[in-house]
């Protein structure tokens, strides 16, 4: 990744400038084998706690507010994610088969957080996902869930009073390594589907909340950002080696 690349990634993901990164599980985690995509028909199915589904985009592809095509278009969702210009990886949220179509409902990355859409299943590829993040602002923690059972748990840093980390339930919509391991966003930056509900920007970028690492691993454990959440560059290179594109994320107060 290019050094404007990563100026640019810093513009949109919370940098905390003068104020503005529990222990972890002992058992070792086996790495994660990554799931071919799988063309429908698949059991894809809205998310449990045990198992999720993500859609990798194909074409460019409508959402619409119904599973119709004549359905009001919500969003026109590109293939290529904006940030890392990777694969475009949706969390599904339903599936409905309307006159002999199927149609998945998608959290979109948009504003207002928690957004979704239909998309048809022929547009998409999928892959099952059997991990979840659980954020909790209250202790600072994050939590990894493999089929249900907690595996691991990180400190982290999070939003200030003024300047909340949102809640509710996104996914993580890239995985973009930024190639300097001091910078201030660290070695691997996860934007998710959440905005900030506080600020429509920061120095220039859209608001997009991210997990990612930190220079600053003295602030871990912290209300310090400006709603990113942030670790230490060791646990979200850990991270990085279990999650994908997809993944869930539960952030809770």
């Given amino acids: 990744m290019t050094s404007a690349a990563v100026a640019a990634l810093g513009a949109g993901f919370a940098p905390a400038v003068a104020q503005d990164p529990a222990p972890v599980d002992p058992a070792p985690a086996p790495p994660a084998v990554e799931q071919p995509p799988v063309a429908p028909p698949s059991p894809i199915a809205a998310p449990n706690p045990r198992r999720s589904w993500a859609g990798r985009l194909l074409v460019v592809a409508t959402a619409r507010m119904y599973p119709t095509p004549g359905g009001?278009?919500?969003?026109?969702?590109?293939?290529?994610?904006?940030?890392?210009?990777?694969?475009?990886?949706?969390?599904?949220?339903?599936?409905?088969v309307v006159a002999g179509v199927r149609w998945v409902k998608v959290l979109l990355p948009v504003r207002p957080n928690g957004r979704t859409g239909w998309i048809r299943a022929s547009d998409m590829a999928f892959r099952p996902i059997n991990l979840r993040i659980d954020v909790d602002l209250s202790d600072r923690k994050l939590?990894?869930?493999?089929?249900?059972?907690?595996?691991?748990?990180?400190?982290?840093?999070?939003?200030?009073?003024?300047?909340?980390?949102?809640?509710?339930?996104?996914?993580?919509?890239?995985?973009?390594?930024?190639?300097?391991?001091?910078?201030?966003?660290?070695?691997?930056?996860?934007?998710?589907?959440g905005f900030s509900e506080a600020l429509n920007e920061y120095a220039g970028g859209n608001g997009r909340v991210a997990i990612h690492g930190t220079s600053q691993p003295e602030l871990i454990g912290q209300r310090v950002s400006h709603g990113c959440?942030?670790?230490?560059?060791?646990?979200?290179?850990?991270?990085?080696?279990?999650?994908?594109?997809?993944?869930?994320?539960?952030?809770?107060?």
């Fill in 229 to 253: 959440i942030r670790m230490r560059n060791a646990d979200i290179r850990r991270l990085n080696r279990l999650v994908r594109s997809g993944t869930p994320v539960i952030i809770r107060r």
């Fill in 72 to 96: 009001k278009p919500l969003r026109l969702v590109q293939p290529i994610a904006p940030l890392g210009a990777g694969p475009v990886w949706l969390q599904v949220r339903g599936v409905k």
């Fill in 143 to 193: 939590k990894l869930f493999r089929n249900g059972k907690r595996i691991r748990t990180f400190p982290v840093a999070v939003g200030t009073p003024e300047n909340p980390t949102p809640t509710g339930r996104f996914a993580i919509a890239e995985v973009i390594p930024t190639g300097d391991p001091k910078a201030f966003l660290g070695p691997i930056v996860m934007p998710i589907t």
